[in-house]
């Protein structure tokens, strides 16, 4: 019994992995380009940090690394499918969109899942607010 939304829901939505209810990310506005990427320093429910040690975000690469993959291998299915006169430029076109299209989203979600691995969920987070 709890309000807390699911750890996938939390990660879809870029919420704090420890309370669920912050926001990772400065802006939720996708017309705000330089927002996009801008994460909070720490949670404004909780106060969990979201950076908590330099370059922590380095093997998030890895997460992106893989949805990226996950999409080429995506578009060349559909592409080749849907395709009579198959080009591997057009190929190499669409992908090369796509993954500009994604790569906000992508961002956003390989560094809340790299968060929610280190960074467990805690109930009652609100009322605590450790600070370190
Ligand atoms: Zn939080």
Redesign the pocket.
Known sequence: MTDAPSLIQSIISC????????DLFVGNNPSNPKQLFEMNK???????TFEPEPGFYFGAMFISYAFNTTLFIAVWVLYSNLTEDFSILTLLAIMGISAVVFLPLFFRWSRAIWISIFVPFEKK??SSGSKT
């Open positions: 919420k704090c992995p420890k309370c669920r209810k912050g720490s949670c404004p429910t909780c106060s969990q987070s609100q």
